[in-house]
């Protein structure tokens, strides 16, 4: 593989991993105040909130993946 080649993958690869931390960012920003969370409290959040734990999940795998390659 080619230099250029090499660092616009990593640019590319890089620049991936900053969306998926910027969207976990602002999933956890919306979250903030109901950690730590129990069994209780998680089944007494609100849809929006259990969406937003969704995301964090989501965007939790998806950058351990995106580092991972």
């Given at each position: 593989?080619?230099?250029?080649?090499?660092?616009?993958?990593?640019?590319?690869s890089a620049q991936t991993c900053a969306?998926?931390?910027?969207?976990?960012?602002?999933?956890?920003?919306?979250?903030?105040?109901?950690?730590?969370?129990?069994?209780?409290s998680y089944k007494n959040l609100a849809?929006?909130?259990?969406?937003?734990?969704?995301?964090l999940i989501y965007r939790f795998s998806?950058?351990?993946?995106?580092?991972?390659?």
């Amino acid at each position: 593989m080619l230099k250029q080649e090499l660092l616009l993958r990593i640019s590319q690869s890089a620049q991936t991993c900053a969306i998926h931390h910027s969207r976990m960012m602002f999933a956890w920003d919306q979250l903030r105040e109901v950690f730590p969370l129990d069994e209780n409290s998680y089944k007494n959040l609100a849809s929006t909130q259990i969406s937003y734990c969704d995301q964090l999940i989501y965007r939790f795998s998806k950058l351990q993946d995106a580092i991972g390659n």
